[in-house]
T-cell receptor
Framework: GENVEQHPSTLSVQEGDSAVIKCTYS??????FPWYKQELGKGPQLIID?????GEKKDQRIAVTLNKTAKHFSLHITETQPEDSAVYFC????????????FGAGTTVTVRA | DTAVSQTPKYLVTQMGNDKSIKCEQN?????MYWYKQDSKKFLKIMFS???????INETVPNRFSPKSPDKAHLNLHINSLELGDSAVYFC??????????????FGPGTRLTVT
């Protein structure tokens, strides 16, 4: 089955700096890659996703890039704010016909004021 | 106006007991899921239902039994609870017509503690 690895496991950044989280996946047939943000005591929240026909997607301060050849994708958060502090998860799925999301182990992001 | 809701939010029980967690979504989605998040925050799919039909059944002990009375509800019943069942259980749903794992929306979670 699909195996998703996520790095780093923890990330501390100064407010205003950028944060980058990287994930790799094992199944070259995967074509859907969402990112989730989980705040303390809450459920994961979908913040951005990308499909394999797109190399990059941006939504305000967050962006995701995908390199299908290398089988890795990354989340970039610019101008970090204290409210960006949370656990971030990447995930992968084969797309149509596959209802399963395989998650990375998560990255705990702390934004220092 | 909650999109995906779960009850109860906290559940503390003793080993050997049977308990249920309920999930409801008002998004009009037709696919629902149960996930388990362990103490290290790792999220793993347990079950998925599409239009009340079981489509994912991961390697989960038979003590766990999902039930979907209709497209808006997916309940999880656990028999003979064990210490290792302690975790946070999340319900999720995804929109119709996708036939995939696209755009899953998660509930707030149920923290189960088995003593």
């Amino acid at each position: 089955g699909e195996n998703v690895e996520q790095h780093p496991s923890t990330l501390s950044v100064q407010e205003g700096d950028s944060a980058v989280i990287k994930c790799t996946y094992s199944d070259s047939a995967s074509n859907y890659f969402p990112w989730y943000k989980q705040e303390l005591g809450k459920g994961p929240q979908l913040i951005i996703d990308i499909r394999s026909n797109v190399g990059e997607k941006k939504d305000q301060r967050i962006a995701v890039t995908l390199n299908k050849t290398a089988k890795h994708f990354s989340l970039h958060i610019t101008e970090t704010q204290p409210e960006d502090s949370a656990v971030y998860f990447c995930a992968a799925s084969l797309g149509p016909g596959d209802y399963k999301l395989s998650f990375g182990a998560g990255t705990t992001v702390t934004v220092r004021a | 106006d909650t999109a995906v809701s779960q009850t109860p939010k906290y559940l503390v029980t003793q080993m050997g007991n049977d308990k249920s967690i309920k999930c409801e979504q008002n998004l009009g989605h037709d696919t629902m899921y149960w996930y388990k998040q362990d103490s290290k925050k790792f999220l793993k799919i347990m079950f998925s239902y599409n239009n009340k039909e079981l489509i994912i059944n991961e390697t989960v002990p038979n003590r766990f039994s999902p039930k979907s009375p209709d497209k808006a509800h997916l309940n999880l019943h656990i028999n003979s609870l064990e210490l290792g069942d302690s975790a946070v259980y999340f319900c999720a749903s995804s929109p119709p017509g996708r036939g995939s794992a696209y755009e899953q929306y998660f509930g707030p979670g149920t923290r189960l503690t088995v003593t």
